[in-house]
């Protein structure tokens, strides 16, 4: 008779699995019942065939429905029953459970803080209709240099020779005086107050990416034709709301862009971002370019394919992959640099997804790595924190585990209600993590911003959204998740390896923990220093960095030097009109009270940049064959005095040699030491290729060595650092700046201001000389410490950063440490009790725990120099002047947190000699 | 639709409890559902407490050398609920199960 199909009983056997455990025996008896007992009936109907076996296996697979509909029967199951009993154990001890619960929230918290902030940028897709379908396009220069800008022709022949997208539109940022309001001189930010933030874009700008408009129109094709011709915008919908009190009749009402009348034409619906986080408080048609741009490359751009001046944003067709957007875009790029050979140019393209604000490429994840381990770490400590705890409890349950035990739970049984427990608190923890972290950002968010050197009107156009969505929720589960296993797994494992008859005794707390739980103790603190200490490395590295950039001299005066700069805008047609205002704006700066010296030069210091130009040295055939690209700026004769710069030899520009415009030039120490190592450069010529275009006169070989204009040299200067602080020039030249009549190398140079006390006020009083000069004109003044102080501004925050990360972990770390110092004294009281009974005096039991504890500090501290040296590669990128194994970044760490950890110690250590030896005797 | 409304499947399950298939299978068999539907139907009419569940006595079973089945019975109320969902579905009402699963004496 017992002939069934097999293949039955193993399905129902298979999905039996899933039922609850009450119920299964009985389920999988009536199916395997129902099963044989219609095989027999079919077998006596002589209907066995085929057909019905298959039918038969179809209705056994209905099983499996049955058996997810008994699901919500589990409520009765083990699963519940641990639940319900970890609660009460959790509401029980409700400061231990409060404790692990911030501990967890404060690692799990710090986590998604990150994590956030890499959502907003990197997840989060665009507010856009069909985010995915947008890209991002990067050039790349011939040696693999990424260049974020195209020239307007090259984006012609992408817009129009491509096939895989519905459209590529061309943008770029500007920054101009926005309005009829004086700027505010005052101010330490970047940029002058009374500028706004502007987009000029193409005429499919908002075609393309789909924008609404809440009011009006966006640009019609006419009007992104011929240049200069249609001066219209479109407001922001943020622009809207704050700048013009979200005027409803705005629409064919002007607005000033750089001293231009511009009629608004439309304003975005809320919610449309453009691109990038920093949303435009308007934006205007790519032809109006040369009206809010000041001076650069004016009219030259429309067809000079080496101008750089737009990036490219696109949508792909339906269904064209990037893959395929790629593959003809390079073709396209082929064919043009074929077309148009110059090595100046980018002769490859790469398409990325424009979907998210930034793509995790090589260039961000330098950045996220470190961060994202040294968050792991804190989260780390937290969990062995708990897991610290977790085990100093579960010495405390030893004998209901026995129990337990003894009444015949299996071991598994066991564990799993222990994990349980630390999954619960792991929970709360991940619940007090998400309210920390969502808390903590709508705080600091605002806090980070202001101390952006930027203009409040571009701060509040900041459109990076933090507010919590599913990713960061399953973020945090599954981060909780984690923590409750690693610190639950151990404490867990444990409690159910007991020594039966021992525990039941209550030996535990007489005699000291098992040998293996304090090693266990005894290991997880030793790496808890371990990770500590690690991260306070790296928070001190990162430190000293700061401390060694802001003592760094950049080789010239920042404090009380300002410089100013005359836009053309309104002007721009006039350029002797500006040269002329600002010869005159010169002399009025030096008849002004607290101005020392006026100077003049080309670039300001500490811009960040400089000019730079080949050079060759006749007679250095090296040179000749491949010239050496030199740091150049054109200064005034009376420049060198008020930057503070010293002519260490030789001598500076006379005024005479000014009028002339004399060949001669005055170059950095460095220079003379690279080129001239042994002799005197004073006297020497150089060429300088300043006006020559390198690329129209390619260099092949020696003999087509470039016809540069020749230079003498005058003088040496001392060394500077005035592009950026963490880079000293390796070469640096100064030229005279040309006092011709209005020829374009003077236009846009920066009269450089010296004065007595804080430039403030000077740069309030010039402010007013200019605005009586020509109302019409505006002046752009900045003082050098703010761009000096705007450049720390990085090192600032990751040593803030840092530090903030390492205290945390320290605080974590100590509090661990104390409670487990604390948990031993107590386990040992009976012990100290005996001891001084005998006669031990009170430092010698302090001595006791001092020694063991410092003795797992001294071998954390051992292990951590190794995790210091890992962390230190990691930032290997941002320290700028110091070692990666700098001693004293090392070495005044360790000693800070062993000072700490001993302290640690040495508080449960004290109260253990409070103890009075009769009550410690009779301690249980 | 509150708990004591019977879908039509339900009620044809019911009802073809009533006319003497006792067991998931032969319910299954004789009203062409499916099992993915019977079973929980089964459980939820069970729940209901429109049916009641035995298992077959022990004896029987072994004797047969096979494990007992789990047989269906419709209760009292259960009986009530379907008289009212009879009153709902006409076509129920006339509906006349035959008195046997055999294939072969059916054909008869």
Redesign the interface.
């Known amino acids: 008779?017992?002939k069934t199909n097999r293949i039955h009983l193993w399905l129902i056997r298979l999905i039996g699995v899933i039922v609850p455990q009450r119920l299964r025996a009985?389920w999988r008896?009536?199916w395997?019942?129902?099963?044989?007992?219609?095989e027999?009936?079919l077998a006596e109907?002589d209907?066995l065939d085929a057909k019905h076996k298959l039918e038969l296996l179809?209705?056994?697979?209905?099983?499996?429905?049955?058996a997810l509909?008994?699901q919500p029967k589990r409520w009765e199951d083990d699963m519940i029953q641990d639940l319900r009993y970890a609660v009460r154990m959790l509401l029980k001890r409700p400061g231990f459970t409060l404790i692990a619960m911030l501990t967890l929230g404060l690692g799990i918290g710090v986590n998604t803080v990150l994590f956030t902030v890499y959502d907003a940028f990197l997840l989060k897709p665009l507010p856009l209709q069909d985010p995915d379908s947008i890209v991002h396009l990067t050039g790349y220069s011939r040696e693999g240099q990424r260049t974020r800008l195209f020239s307007y022709q090259d984006y012609l022949d992408y817009r129009d020779r491509n096939t895989s997208f519905a459209g590529l539109v061309a943008v770029n940022k500007f920054a101009a005086p926005f309005g009829d309001d004086a700027p505010d001189a005052g101010s330490s930010s970047l940029l002058p107050s009374n500028f706004g933030f502007g987009r000029i874009v193409s005429g499919n700008y908002f075609t393309v990416l789909g924008a609404e408009m809440a009011l009006g129109r966006g640009f019609a094709p006419e009007e992104n034709q011929t240049p200069n011709t249609h001066p219209v915008l479109v407001l922001s919908h943020i622009c809207w709301e704050r700048k013009f009190q979200s005027d409803p009749h705005i629409i064919g009402k002007t607005v000033r862009v750089a001293g231009m009348p511009f009629t608004i034409i439309g304003v975005t619906a809320q919610g449309f971002i453009g691109t990038e986080p920093d949303t435009p408080q308007f934006w205007v048609p790519l032809m109006m370019r040369d009206q809010v741009v000041d001076g650069w490359h004016t009219g030259k751009w429309l067809n000079d394919r080496k101008l750089d001046v737009l990036s490219i944003w696109g949508r792909l067709k339906p269904g064209v992959t990037l893959a395929q957007a790629q593959a003809e875009l390079s073709v396209i790029a082929e064919q043009l640099a074929r077309a148009y050979p110059d090595p100046e140019r980018e002769t490859s393209v790469g398409v990325t997804s424009g979907a998210t604000f930034i793509q995790l490429d090589d260039g961000v994840k330098p950045l996220v790595a470190p961060l994202l381990v040294a968050v792991g770490l804190v989260l780390l400590i937290a969990c062995v924190n708990v897991t610290n705890m977790l085990l100093a409890r579960a010495a405390g349950r030893q004998r209901e585990m026995a129990v337990r035990l003894a009444l015949g739970a299996g071991r598994w049984r066991i564990v799993r209600q222990l994990l349980t427990e630390s999954l619960m608190l792991a929970g709360l923890g991940g619940a007090a993590g998400l309210l920390l972290a969502v808390w903590g950002i709508r705080l600091l968010y605002p806090l980070v911003l202001a101390q952006m050197p930027l203009p409040p009107a571009l701060l509040e156009q900041f459109a990076l959204d933090f507010s919590p969505d599913y990713r960061i929720f399953t973020f945090a589960l599954l981060v909780s998740l984690m923590a409750g296993v690693v610190a639950g797994l151990a404490p867990a494992l444990q409690s159910s390896r007991l020594n039966l008859s021992g525990a039941l005794k209550d030996e535990g707390s007489t005699f000291g923990a098992h040998l293996s739980q304090s090693r266990l103790r005894n290991a997880l603190v030793v790496m808890q220093i371990a990770v500590c200490l690690t991260l306070l490395i790296g928070a001190g590295l990162l430190t000293r960095n700061l401390q060694k950039l802001q003592t760094m001299s950049p080789g010239l005066a920042t404090k009380n030097v300002f410089t100013l700069s005359v836009t053309a805008q309104g002007v721009a047609q006039e350029p002797n009109r500006q040269n002329e205002f600002q010869r005159q704006l010169e002399a009025r700066l030096r008849g002004l009270p607290g101005v020392k010296s006026v100077g003049q030069a080309h670039r300001q210091p500490m811009e960040g940049r400089t000019l730079t130009a080949p050079i060759t040295i006749a007679g250095q055939e090296l040179l000749a064959s491949r010239p050496v690209q030199a740091n150049y700026n054109f200064v005034s004769s009376n420049y060198f005095p008020t930057v503070g710069l010293r002519i260490t030899r030789g001598r500076g520009f006379t005024a005479q040699e000014q009028q002339a415009n004399a060949p001669v030039l005055l170059i950095s120490e460095s220079t003379a030491r690279r080129f001239w190592p042994n002799e005197d450069p004073l006297g020497k010529r150089l060429g300088i290729g300043v006006n020559a275009q390198p690329a129209t006169t390619p260099i092949t070989g020696t003999d087509a060595l470039p016809n540069f204009p020749q230079y003498e040299i005058i003088g040496l200067t001392n060394d500077t650092r005035q592009r950026v602080i963490w880079r000293p020039d390796d070469t640096f030249l100064y030229l005279l700046i040309p006092t011709a009549q209005a020829n374009e190398t003077s236009k846009g140079s920066h009269l450089i201001v010296n004065t007595e006390g804080d430039a403030r006020a000077a740069m309030i009083a010039a402010q007013k000389e200019a605005t009586t000069l020509d109302p019409k004109l505006f002046v752009m003044m900045r003082r050098v410490e703010d761009s000096l102080s705007a450049q720390m501004l990085p090192f600032q925050a990751l040593a803030v950063l840092a530090g903030a990360l390492g205290a945390l972990a320290l605080l974590l770390a100590s509090i661990g440490l104390y409670g487990v110092m604390s948990f031993v004294v107590s386990q040992r009281t009976r012990e100290i009790g005996i001891r001084m009974a005998l006669g031990a005096g009170a430092h010698e039991v302090i001595k006791l725990f001092l020694r063991q504890g410092g003795k797992l500090i001294a071998i954390g501290v051992a292990i951590s120099l190794a995790g210091g040296a890992a962390i230190s590669t990691l930032l290997a990128v941002a320290l700028i002047d110091i070692s990666q194994f700098d001693p004293l970044a090392f070495v005044s760490v360790a000693a800070f947190l062993t000072i700490i950890a001993l302290s640690a110690c040495y508080i449960p250590a004290r109260r253990a000699t409070k103890v009075d030896p009769m009550t410690a005797l009779r301690h249980e | 639709m509150g708990k004591n409304y019977l879908s039509y499947t339900m009620a044809l399950i019911l009802q073809a409890l009533d006319n003497g298939y006792r067991y998931g299978f032969d319910v299954m068999t004789i009203t062409g559902l499916p099992s993915g539907t019977v079973y929980p139907a089964l459980r939820r009419l069970e729940d209901a407490g429109y049916v009641g569940s035995k298992w077959e006595k022990q004896s029987l079973a072994l004797a047969e050398q096979r494990p007992a089945r789990k047989y269906y019975e419709v209760t009292k109320v259960g009986g009530k609920a379907l008289v009212e969902a009879r009153e709902r579905f006409r076509l129920l009402a006339q509906l006349e199960f035959p008195k046997t699963l055999d294939p072969a004496r059916e054909a008869k």
């Open positions: 008779m017992r009985d008896q009536e395997e019942a129902e099963l044989q007992w219609r027999q009936q109907w209907k179809w209705h056994s697979a209905g099983a499996f429905v049955d509909w008994l």
